[in-house]
């Protein structure tokens, strides 16, 4: 089945930085688009960035790109976001999702705090 294991979150002053990584399991990495969600408390789900199968194509949440940058690893069936400037409002769990099959992981921590 497929599992989505996310890793790399945590506790980062504001103007840190944090990678993410998302390891992908039970079925063909390489030809699904990739997304990164997060969900803060009391707030919504948003898309943070997808990535095409390829990654020749990206997309990014308003106001995001240029902080964060997605990418993926094909050959070891990983997902990243790098998180570049952090700041309060990014304090979220983050989940990697594949899109078109509806499956996501458990989520990962990261909390932008003094």
């Known amino acids: 089945q497929v599992q989505l294991v996310e890793s790399g979150g945590g506790l980062v002053q504001p103007g840190g930085s944090l990678r993410l990584s998302c390891a992908a399991s039970?079925?063909?990495?390489?030809?699904?688009?990739m997304g990164w969600y997060r969900q803060a408390p009391g707030k919504q789900r948003e898309l943070v960035a997808v990535?095409?199968?390829?990654?020749?194509?990206?997309h990014y949440g308003d106001s995001l790109r240029g902080r964060f940058t997605i990418s993926r690893d094909d050959n070891r069936n990983t997902l990243y976001l790098r998180m570049n400037n952090l700041q309060p409002e990014d304090t979220a769990v983050y989940y990697c999702?594949?899109?078109?099959?509806?499956?996501w992981g458990q989520g990962t921590q990261v909390t932008v705090s003094t």
């Open positions: 999702e594949v899109p078109t099959l509806s499956e």
């Open positions: 039970g079925y063909i990495f390489s030809a699904y688009t």
């Open positions: 990535i095409t199968p390829t990654g020749d194509s990206t």
